[in-house]
C-alpha cells in the first residue's frame, strides 16, 4: 500500500465493501478493485494482484477472502469482519427477496430467456474483470509465460488445481530467481 494511501477506518471499510457487494452482485470482483484501486486508492494495480493472489490460494470464496485480508490489514480482525460484512450484506438480502419472487414467476418463459442474457453479460464482467487483474503481470515475458503455462494445464488440459500449483509454483519461484521478474 502506497505509504501516502488513506487508510480506511472500520466504516469506511463496510462502506466500501458494501459498495462493491451492492454494484457487483454476481460478479463482486471488477467491482472491488474499482473501488480499492481507482475510486479510494487503498491499493495500487499490482499490490490489488498480489493480494488477490494470495487470496485464490485460501480456501473460501475468493472476494470474501480479499476483503477479509484487506480489512485485517488495515484494522486487525475487526477490519475483516467489518469488511465481510459490508460486501456480503446488500447480497444476501437480494437473494433471498429474489428466491421468493422467482419461486412465484420463475416458470414463465421470458423471465428464463432474460436470465440467459444476464449470464452472458456475466461472463463478459469476468472476462474484463480477468484481463484488468492480469495485465501488471503480462508486462513481463516470465510472468506471462506461467500465466499461460496455468490456463493450459488447467483450463485446456483440466487437470486439477493441486497438480497445477505443484507445476506451475516451482516453474514460478525459478523464473522470478532467475530474471528478478
Partial sequence: ???????PGLAELFAGFFAAGL????????FARR???????????A???DLFSLCQFLPGPNVVNLAAAFGARQRGPKGAVVAIAGLL????VIVI??????????????????????????????????LRIAWPVLH???RAAIVG?????????HLALPVVIGIATPLSVLLAWRFRA
Fill in 140 to 142: 513481463r515475458p516470465a
Fill in 47 to 49: 499490490e490489488f494482484a
Fill in 89 to 92: 450484506a446488500a447480497p444476501v
Fill in 149 to 157: 503455462l496455468a490456463f493450459v494445464l488447467f483450463g485446456v488440459l
Fill in 97 to 130: 427477496a429474489l428466491g421468493a419472487v422467482y419461486e412465484r414467476i420463475g416458470g414463465i418463459p421470458l423471465v428464463h430467456h432474460a436470465l440467459l442474457g444476464l449470464a452472458a453479460g456475466a461472463a463478459g464482467l469476468f472476462a474484463a474483470a480477468a
Fill in 23 to 30: 454494484s457487483g452482485f454476481g460478479g463482486v470482483l471488477p
Fill in 35 to 45: 473501488i480499492m484501486v481507482e475510486r479510494r486508492g487503498w491499493l495500487t494495480g
Fill in 1 to 7: 500500500m502506497d505509504p501516502e494511501s488513506p487508510r
